[in-house]
Structures are given as structure tokens and as C-alpha cells.
């Protein structure tokens, strides 16, 4: 029989109880809705310094306990995607549900468990070394599924004008692939997109002679730029990757040749590559085949944590947490972490399973909520006992 139930703050999982409260709050991003808030308060009884930072309508905070080194930080966000058509869900998004052994709520992967795990773990660790040598400092933001333009990124912007460095930096996000702890994320591509317009002449289609049909002109820059391998990746990355996510061009009219065509391009690109190389080769490849055109650029940059402090503290953490041995992974999307590593020599990012973020029903594992604590917690012993 399937056992379903809705569940309230009674638990005796201080970490699942706290996960419930966040995910009650309806932070459909860049909105916050109290979940800093109620972080903030668990926080404050503990010494930690409280510094709260609002750019444009997202909230952000910063935290710190303790003013020397080594600083060690755990960096998420409480805002969380749409939840996508309510029917299609068993249960309502922000009515936490147990159903099965898994805790079903938007947000629950990504990743305000995580951030109630950041919590617990802390109390835990400062509760048993109150003393504990360097600091420890928390970094939230309500942006980061959004636009992600006043959120972290701003913040470490005001840390970096002060000259504050952090040592240590744990994301939260959703790593995990088939169980809980098998992956690691100590670094992620490069993002650089482009939006490229090439310019022909318009024209009726049946006089081919008084026109310049962009996509036929465009089509030859398009076969050199697949064919083209822009690196071979290297030991924590795979080989970068040029794609064309959207083409569009034309009237509507079935007898128009279009006088412009629209293709939007990007590039997941390794550390063996950089910003500058890759226009560079992109303008070559235009360039060579005369096109009429315009181009701008959007870009995020890669980051990559080699094995290190931090990468052998939680890996050991996570072995003796959930018996599994975890494996250094730069796969996936872009995450915060790009924006820390300018202010951060090791950022590494460890969280939940990720096969229901974003999705439908997305759900955890109640079982793997007190490790994940435990994970966080023997981390901090490691780093700052």
C-alpha cells in the first residue's frame, strides 16, 4: 500500500523539519517569500554576523562567524523555478508531502534542503566547537533561477571591493546522479552565446538574380564552425562544444527570400579555451566567407577546483556519510559557483540527486536528508577543528 501523507514541523529531523518550513514558502524566483528570513534567525543566536544585501527586487544575505582565516562558506538560493501545470503534480508544490520515503515539494532537490542542511549541520558543529578555529560565513541569494544579475554575483562583487577572500566554498546544489554522493561538481564549463544576424538582401523568390538569400550564405560558415574542433578538453573537462539552439529567418511568405537570418549559437567551453580565442575563431570563420553581419556576446566563465583541502575533506565526509566514493565531475549547466571562484581559489558544489530538478513532482529522499548534514557537518571538523 502507498503510504502519503502531508507533514508539519514535528519531526524529529531538525534538518527535515526546517527543509518543511522552506518549503512551504512560495520563492518562485527572484521572490524570497521569509525563507531568508527564517535562515537569518537560526543564525544570529549562533554569533554570526548578519549582513543583508538587496539589489534591484532580489534579496540577498551574507553571514560570518569569526574574523580569521581559514573561511569556510556554504552558497545557494531560496528561490526556486515555476511548478509548471498543477494537475500534472500528485501533490500541491508547496504542501510538503511524504510519500513512499521521498519528500515530494518544488524546491526540495533544488535546493533548500541543502540550505536547512546548511543550517543544521552548523548548529551541530558550533553547538560541539564553540571555539572552532577560523570563520564560517554564508552566502544566499533569492536570483539565482532567474537572471541571476543582482544576486550572487553582487555580492561578491561588495566582498571583493572590501578585500574579503573566502577559503572554502560549498554550493548546494543538486550533484548527485544515481544515489546520493556518488558526484562531486569542482568545476563548470564556460558559457559564451552568441547572437549572430547576417544580413542579405530580400527579395521575390522567383527572381533569384535581385537577391541574397542569407541562409544560403550563412550555410558554408555553419558547416566550418561544426567541423571545427575548438579544443580536446583536458583532464577535468570534455572536448568544448559549438551548438545553434535557434535559426529564424523569413516572412512567413512561402515566395520570399528574407533580407536577415537569426541564429543563436553557444559554446560550452573547457578551460583549454578561453573568452577571447573563441570570437576570435568565430570572426575568422565569418570574416572568410564576406557575411554581412552582427554579433554580440553574452558569457559566463568556467571555474575548475583541483584535488585539494577541500576536495579530500568532503570526500572523505561523504564516504563515511553514505559509504560511497564520489567522483570529480565538471558535467551540467552553469551554476553560482562561477561567480564565487573570483573571490575563491576552492569551490566545490555537493547536493541532493538532480533526476527531478526543474521537473514535475520533485522530490528527496528522506533518508538521505540527515546525511547530507552529516556530510556538511564532518566537512567543517575537517576544515576548522
Known amino acids: 500500500m502507498t503510504k502519503s501523507m502531508t507533514i508539519n514541523n514535528t519531526s524529529d529531523s531538525k534538518t527535515l523539519s526546517l527543509a518543511i518550513d522552506l518549503l512551504t514558502r512560495r520563492s518562485n524566483t527572484p521572490e524570497d517569500a521569509g525563507c531568508q528570513k527564517l535562515m537569518i534567525s537560526r543564525l544570529e ?19 560570518r562567524r569569526g574574523t580569521v582565516g581559514p573561511l569556510l562558506i556554504f552558497a545557494g538560493h ?20 511524504i510519500k513512499d520515503g521521498m519528500l515530494y515539494a518544488r524546491g526540495a532537490a533544488d535546493m533548500k534542503t541543502s540550505l536547512a542542511a546548511f543550517i543544521t549541520s552548523i548548529e551541530e558543529f558550533i553547538a560541539e566547537n564553540p571555539n572552532h578555529s577560523g570563520s564560517i560565513g554564508l552566502l544566499i541569494t533569492s536570483d539565482e533561477e532567474g537572471v541571476a544579475v543582482d544576486g550572487t554575483v553582487k555580492v561578491v562583487e561588495a566582498l571583493k571591493a572590501r578585500g574579503e577572500l573566502i577559503d572554502y566554498c560549498i554550493v548546494g546544489e543538486p550533484t548527485s546522479n544515481k544515489v546520493v554522493g556518488d558526484m562531486i561538481k569542482n568545476g563548470r564549463r564556460g558559457s559564451l552565446s552568441g547572437k549572430l544576424v547576417v544580413k542579405g538582401i530580400q527579395g521575390h523568390i522567383a527572381y533569384p538574380h535581385l537577391v541574397k538569400n542569407p541562409i544560403h550564405m550563412v550555410a558554408p560558415a555553419i558547416k566550418d564552425m561544426v567541423e571545427t574542433v575548438w579544443d580536446t578538453g583536458n583532464e577535468y573537462f570534455p572536448p568544448t562544444s559549438w551548438q545553434i539552439s535557434n535559426m529564424n529567418g523569413g516572412t512567413g511568405a512561402t515566395n520570399v527570400v528574407p533580407g536577415e537570418v537569426e541564429i543563436l549559437f553557444n559554446f560550452r567551453f573547457s578551460t583549454a579555451s578561453t573568452e577571447q580565442n573563441l570570437k576570435e575563431r568565430v570572426y575568422a570563420i565569418l570574416d572568410k566567407h564576406a557575411l554581412n553581419y552582427d554579433l554580440e556576446w553574452e558569457y559566463s566563465p568556467p571555474y575548475i577546483t583541483p584535488r585539494g583541502n577541500l576536495v579530500e575533506a568532503i570526500t572523505e565526509a561523504i564516504q563515511q556519510s553514505y559509504g560511497v566514493t564520489p567522483e570529480l565531475s ?56
Open 78 to 97: 531560496t528561490d526556486v523555478v515555476p511548478t509548471g501545470p498543477l494537475d500534472k503534480w500528485h501533490t500541491p508544490p508547496f504542501e510538503p508531502t
Open 330 to 385: 565538471t558535467t551540467g549547466g552553469t551554476s553560482d559557483g562561477r561567480f564565487i571562484a573570483d573571490i575563491c581559489k576552492q569551490v566545490i558544489e555537493f547536493g541532493p540527486l538532480n533526476a527531478t530538478i526543474h521537473k514535475l513532482n520533485e522530490c528527496v529522499g528522506v533518508a538521505d536528508i540527515e546525511p547530507l548534514k552529516e556530510t556538511y557537518k564532518l566537512t567543517l571538523q575537517k576544515l576548522l577543528s
Open 45 to 63: 543566536p549562533l554569533g554570526f554576523k548578519i549582513e543583508r544585501m538587496r539589489f534591484g527586487n532580489v534579496d540577498n544575505f551574507y553571514a
